[in-house]
């Protein structure tokens, strides 16, 4: 029996996911049911884009995932179910899966059809339940659906890169539990667009030049530890997700603050990586 | 194997949550232990009846739900079982299950008599536990307690109706993680009163003629979508629960506000819906 | 198949946890992935120490445990696995552990040698999700890691004694969800040194010469409930998992607050007993 995921911004304090969970193992016992996160803001697609494209990769193949973020059904947010590299999404055409479904092409997508016309404020415990236990069962979208060839792209997931390919500017577009400030500038793009020039990278007023691949790469363990100072000194670094990330080492954002509080960057704050021509680093 | 649920007031950071998951897989390895909520406010009964009430009833029949909200046993703090529709409630006998017993009778009560008499502050640990593992296995009620008939009635959670039947006086029992504030007033108890009259609900200085079965029914859809402004825009709503909803239309507590903080609305404060004679409607 | 539990500081709305999950799953169908915690505060050895040791002991036998705080392997913070009382814990040795086997001899301890050296700064998947799945299979330790005898302790977690054994001065190791306030004194400590004799507890300019066993072993059942005003009031107490706490009776943190708030007890600060001789006893 497959798994079934849910990210959601129901929070974890009201009846709701529990609720969709009973229904589940109402219709299946034997399927495992996963939380990927309940703390999505309320309505965000981005934030619901950026955690299922980093969760859903490590999943088995044939996982089902089910996204209750911005899914009340209506004539402008319709509910999809999409097949990628053998794992099923389940969710509204509002956005959330272009994060995914940017360099990977689904291998196809329906609009459902089966959800029931009953008035109802809580649609995915009806019609998304349905859906994956269908698809647990082993049955076909186009039971459930008619075949469609695109969905809703999201563009604040996307970079801009100028016509001179020497600058990148990105935003935030997430903000982690340890208040480390997440942009949508990918390590693949900053490689592609890069070719191995040194950089800068901008955001308010800070600048650093150097990306790390571990955030404990900034600490000089040759020296004794009693002389260290390293908590709280910020760096860039491209994250276990690859996307360019400004952290700050051991961050605690409810007591001495984190990369978001104290350094004051925000959802959608710019930050911008430009390139430099090898000519002007050999001269500076 | 039956599902074991868990409702507490435990919050997720203790360790008590994972000590009472290890103590059930330790006596029952194929059990299936499934979370409520453990972020019911600190001994809120009114909280942990309206989420119970809400999530039990998409659980499959056999179920059993391990309630830890005010569950320090004592004299006056009894721990019982109950059975209802095939499913199964542990907790202590402190109203908790007043909402659901409302509408249906239990098929039957026991006072627990098993709870060991060792000091300890933990009693759920030991007791429901225990109990639970018992009835997961196929286990009488009768042996782990003695037959009672009644049960301790909450009264806040039932709405006043005033002797001439034009006026629902109900109270907030409920505020949702998008700040959406539910009311102890059914739809069911709205339409028996009501019997279709015209009506006004009133919150503070708030009113409202119109109840929606769907959030975004307050959307027209017509309307290009870049000159709409719903966001934020209150209704009145039966939920999905049935109860009947002071709402915001896709409202976030933590950036704009939702109804709760934006109305002023809190647990407790009174809701009113006054029915108007049709010759009044016809008159204005 | 055994469990596979989780105790970390990467809260519940990023990736993290789901992809863990997705991770063992993806390895090992049939185990089960029981989260301990996700809240420890970022980097706190401490919190994590208490909690891993009161959740643990509820655990069956052949339980794998891994520890996600301050995970991020370095020169300095080497992954190990460690055997006690016949379960398993993979973590970095960073003290974790310490309060587990202060009073447990564990049976084997090896330093984890099979992390990938590729540059990640997410190694918790890599690593520690490789070797749970390996013990959960049933391999031996020894074959991901190699044999050592020692592993790091934690002093923040011992109370001091004095000489004349007339006092222990311990800390605050752990506030809870109630808000209550927990030492670092055992019961088993307290009993030891202080012989039965009578005793105050100091802590900021507050005094108790009594400890509870059960919260509500502070109300007099015999007073008509109406007349008790046992809420708020605040208690010394052994409590469940047998370590000294300050609390107060039915709690809110979010409302009225806690033994936190109100008696402004925080993280570290000290909590004294004096045991007093059985002459001075008799004399006063």
């Known amino acids: 029996m497959p798994i079934i995921t849910l990210t959601t911004d129901f929070g974890t304090k009201d009846h709701f996911v529990g609720a969709v969970k ?11 049911v996963v939380d990927i996160s309940h703390q999505i803001s309320p309505f965000s697609i981005t934030e619901a884009a950026y955690i299922l494209k980093n969760a859903y990769q490590n999943f088995p193949e044939g996982s ?4 209750g973020v911005d899914s009340e059904i ?7 179910a999409l097949q990628l590299e053998g794992q099923y999404f389940i969710c509204c055409d509002n956005g959330i899966l272009s994060m995914i479904t940017k360099d990977i092409n689904p291998e196809k997508i329906v609009e459902i059809t089966i959800q029931n016309s009953s008035e109802n404020s809580f649609q995915i415990l009806d019609t998304f339940v349905k859906v994956a236990c269908h698809i647990a069962r082993g049955g076909m979208l186009e039971v459930i659906g008619k075949k469609i060839n695109n969905i809703k792209k999201l563009f604040e997931i996307q970079p801009q890169i100028n016509a001179d390919k020497n600058q990148i500017v990105g935003s935030v577009i ?10 949508n500038i990918t390590q693949n793009v900053f490689i592609q667009i890069g070719k191995g020039r040194d950089f800068e990278i901008i955001s308010r007023n800070y600048k ?9 790469d900034i600490v000089d363990f040759k020296e ?4 260290r100072q390293d908590d709280g000194k910020r760096l860039a ?15 605690n954002l409810k007591t001495v603050g984190g990369a ?11 930050i911008t990586v430009r390139f430099i021509k090898r000519d002007e680093t050999r001269k500076t």
Chains 1, 2, 3 share one sequence.
Do not use: C, W
């Open 22 to 32: 009973g229904a589940i193992y109402k219709e299946l016992k034997e399927v495992k």
């Open 64 to 67: 089902i995932h089910i996204v």
């Open 74 to 80: 209506s004539l402008e947010n319709k509910p999809i």
């Open 174 to 183: 997430y903000i982690d539990n340890f208040g480390n400030v997440i942009s």
């Open 208 to 216: 650093f030049t150097k990306i790390y691949n571990k955030y404990n």
């Open 224 to 227: 004794p530890k009693e002389k």
């Open 237 to 251: 670094i491209f994250n276990s997700a690859n996307f360019l990330e400004i952290a700050m080492y051991r961050s």
């Open 260 to 270: 978001s509080s104290l350094l004051g960057l925000k959802y959608r704050d710019n």
